[in-house]
């Protein structure tokens, strides 16, 4: 049987550049050699969540883009979270055997925290042990991420620990799987590309709207003038350019260095190059979206799929904890 592979995502609608140079690229990678589920994490979402009008508006675009990057239901399991209901009751299961102290020492919870203080509600609490459930239903090995997420899959990894401890040995240890470009910046240069920060570059843009949105990007702050040297090392746009200028970026920087070229033309370049390599997504995208009956039969499909699975796994881990 092929080892396994998990991964879940905020249904936050159209996916940007961050999403899939840090984390979709591997979902695509990894179909062949793994049997690969990938999860639309829609209970998840509900802990920062007031207003869900757009939620399943952003199931589907996020699947739309899903599919266009090439992810094949035929291959891999597409799902929503909370069309497997068993992940709550292991939800809670997992609950009883985590510590409330490496919950509440998490930073992320106490940055929802200082975010939303007029709503820390229970859920947020939880939010790794529920990751943990997710993962570990599907008993997976391998969980391609960004980097942000890597502490609270290594606090997934201690929760499994704990439990295999008391319970003995039932789940694998989840590892994380990084791309090459594990954090991309956002366009302000200085925090993680995110569609909270509005920071983002979506990979469904029209070119005109990617060249409009790549021309905000902050860039070398000390290039002031077109004839001041730029220092590529420190630039977010000559980040990008090397990965989608891969062959040029070398050229690009010494021109930088040597004020030959400017900040915008280094722009147009970069739009070009991103608007090279998206056509055939945009293109795929465009396609998928014209049957939207197509989506939810791959996510239903997913679903049963998915639950099979869930089952058997849940009925182990009762059976072990003594409750059959
Ligand atoms: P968002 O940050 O836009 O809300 P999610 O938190 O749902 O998106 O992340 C979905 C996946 O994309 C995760 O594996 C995450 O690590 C990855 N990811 C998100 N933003 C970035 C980024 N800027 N750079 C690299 N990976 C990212």
């Given at each position: 049987?092929?080892?396994?592979?998990?991964?879940?995502?905020?249904?936050?609608g159209r996916q940007h550049l961050g999403?899939?140079?840090?984390?979709?690229?591997?979902?695509?990678?990894?179909?062949?050699?793994?049997q690969c589920i990938y999860c639309i994490?829609?209970?998840?979402?509900?802990?920062?969540?007031?207003?869900?009008?757009?939620?399943?508006e952003n199931i589907h675009e996020m699947v739309l883009d899903w599919l266009?990057?090439?992810?094949d239901p035929k291959k891999s399991i597409l799902f929503v979270q909370s069309h497997v209901p068993e992940v709550m009751e292991l939800h809670t299961l997992l609950g009883m055997t985590t510590p409330l102290g490496w919950l509440l020492r998490v930073p992320t919870f106490k940055e929802k925290v200082k975010l939303q203080p007029h709503n820390v509600n229970y859920g947020l609490v939880g939010y790794p042990v529920l990751m943990t459930a997710d993962i570990v239903l599907y008993k997976a090995e391998v969980v391609p991420v960004g980097e942000d997420q890597l502490p609270h899959l290594e606090l997934a990894r201690e929760i499994v620990r704990r439990f295999n401890n008391i319970f003995g040995d039932t789940f694998p240890e989840p590892q994380a799987k990084l791309t090459p470009f594990p954090m991309v910046l956002g366009l302000d240069g200085k925090e993680k590309m995110s569609k909270q920060l509005d920071n983002h570059i979506e990979l469904a843009l029209s070119p005109e709207e990617t060249l409009e949105r790549v021309m905000t990007a902050?860039?070398?702050?000390?290039?002031?003038?077109?004839?001041?040297?730029g220092h590529p090392e420190v630039c977010n746009i000559y980040r990008l350019q090397q990965y989608f200028n891969e062959f040029k970026s070398g050229g690009?920087?010494?021109?930088?260095?040597?004020?030959?070229?400017?900040?915008?033309?280094?722009k147009e370049l970069l739009a070009d190059a991103i608007n090279?390599?998206?056509?055939?997504?945009?293109?795929?995208?465009?396609?998928?979206?014209?049957?939207?009956?197509?989506?939810?039969?791959?996510?239903?499909?997913?679903?049963?799929?998915?639950?099979l699975i869930a089952r058997r796994t849940l009925k182990e881990v009762k059976q072990r904890m003594g409750l059959i």
């Open positions: 049987m092929k080892r396994r592979v998990f991964s879940g995502a905020r249904p936050t999403n899939y140079l840090g984390a979709i690229q591997n979902y695509v990678a990894l179909q062949d050699e793994y994490v829609d209970i998840h979402a509900l802990t920062s969540l007031e207003d869900t009008s757009q939620l399943q266009a990057a090439g992810l902050v860039t070398d702050p000390a290039r002031r003038y077109r004839h001041d040297p690009i920087a010494e021109q930088c260095r040597r004020a030959q070229i400017g900040c915008v033309e280094c090279t390599m998206l056509q055939p997504f945009r293109q795929r995208r465009a396609a998928i979206a014209a049957e939207p009956q197509y989506v939810t039969d791959v996510l239903a499909d997913g679903a049963r799929r998915a639950r």
